[in-house]
């Protein structure tokens, strides 16, 4: 099972809106709604902060959204906050009863 | 509250096999899957495979299939993940983690790093 394809690194601005993408096949991203996607900070657990495409933990701020279309899965952080900057990384449930997670998009606010 | 709590370092040589374990606490095991995830230094999360306790029913990534068991004592509300044949790539910290359903990792332990170095 090869990894979901996210970008390497995106960046923005405080108080800007940023979007990363998790690509992956029919036979994950695109045929389940079983997309989440996690936070980590350096040296930290990783957290859940959406799951089955758009839906938010209690918790987790409404800044945070996701959405999906085809095979494209996406997480969208609006109103950029110094605190949001970790790196992300989507998963999915396969068509082989598995997990597949993304190669992980570093996240800077400049 | 749900915490799960993981066994401590290991160091290990090439071809030996480590055995991680996962104590859980403030929920029922066998009520959720359990999964354990690693992470190489710097690397993406790889999952490894997942057990139900309640069955034993377990599901390996092919990327470890020959290499991995997953078990569970449900008495002792522990997990465990056993890797064989280690090697210089399977250097990485590994996690367990609790599927609240439809395949979302609420809890995680807290990681265990697996060093493999002659």
């Known amino acids: 099972q090869s990894a979901l394809t996210q970008p390497a690194s995106v960046s923005g601005s405080p108080g800007q809106s940023i979007t990363i993408s998790c690509t992956g096949t029919s036979s994950d991203v695109g045929g389940y709604n079983h997309v989440s996607w996690y936070q980590q900070h350096p040296g930290k657990v990783p957290k859940v902060m959406i799951y089955d495409v758009s839906n938010r933990p209690s918790g987790v701020s409404t800044r945070f959204s996701g959405s999906k279309s085809g095979n494209t899965a996406s997480l969208t952080i609006s109103g950029l906050q110094a605190e949001d900057e970790a790196d992300y990384s989507c998963s999915s449930y396969t068509s082989s009863s598995t997990l597949v997670f993304g190669g992980g998009t570093k996240l800077t606010v400049l | 509250q749900v915490q799960l709590v993981q066994s401590g370092a290991e160091v290990k040589k090439p071809g030996a096999s480590v055995k991680v374990s996962c104590k859980t606490s403030g929920y029922t095991l066998s009520a959720y899957a359990l999964h354990w995830v690693r992470q190489a230094p710097g690397q993406r999360l790889e999952w490894m495979g997942w057990i139900n306790a309640g069955n034993g029913n377990t599901k390996y990534s092919q990327n470890f299939q020959d290499r991995v068991t997953i078990t569970s004592d449900t008495s002792a509300s522990t997990a465990y993940m056993d890797l064989s044949s280690l090697r210089s790539e399977d250097t990485a910290v590994y996690y367990c983690?609790?599927?609240?359903?439809?395949?979302?990792?609420?809890?995680w332990g807290q990681g265990t790093l697996v060093t493999v170095s002659s």
């Open positions: 983690a609790r599927d609240v359903g439809q395949w979302v990792l609420d809890y």
